[in-house]
């Protein structure tokens, strides 16, 4: 005759509170999450954006994007810049850090995938300089930016200024 024991092991005990130290911690992270602290860089921004020659100052017309920045350091972006034919730059990607106060460096890069108009299929790289206001949901951005063909040479450079939004 078998014998049933009706008390739990610690074993069960031990693998019921793990189970719950677990569930607990995803449910803290994803809070976490969705809230982005005043002043931080992270969350979401819808970007207008204004390119100008970096030695006259001559000015382009202005156009939209959308920047992401991730906590713990990734960015992306997508453009509507009217220069691009439909289909030929991808989404960029990259990184981003605090830099001091309310100051952060982000670089982005992100494909042309062909020849057409003033672009060469290659590359295009940002590099951002941005200044997240003292409300939390508008920031400044000063920007270099430069082409590079397949082969990694450089084909030209430009300047941009933008102004962000937090989307809420």
Not at 24 to 29: E, I, R, T
Not at 40 to 57: E, I, K, R
Not at 106 to 128: C, V
Request: hydrophobic share 35%; proline share 4%; net charge positive.
């Amino acid at each position: 005759m078998t014998r049933v024991v009706k008390c739990p092991s610690a074993i069960a005990y031990l693998m019921l509170a793990c189970v719950f130290v677990l569930l607990s911690g995803h449910s803290l992270y994803a809070q976490s999450e969705q809230s982005s602290p005043r002043g931080s860089l992270a969350g979401t921004w819808w970007v207008n954006v204004t390119l100008y020659n970096c030695t006259t100052g001559a000015k382009n017309p202005p156009f939209v994007s959308l920047l992401a920045f991730a906590r713990g350091g990734t960015m992306s972006e997508t453009t509507a810049n009217p220069a691009f034919q439909p289909g030929q730059r991808t989404s960029g990607y990259g990184t981003w850090s605090h830099a001091s106060g309310g100051t952060y460096e982000s670089k982005d890069e992100a494909f042309i995938l062909f020849t057409g108009g003033p672009f060469t299929q290659g590359t295009q790289k940002i590099n951002h300089s941005i200044t997240v206001a003292d409300d939390g949901d508008h920031f400044n951005d000063d920007a270099k930016i430069r082409f590079f063909d397949i082969h990694g040479k450089l084909l030209g450079s430009g300047c941009a200024r933008a102004v962000g939004t937090r989307l809420q």
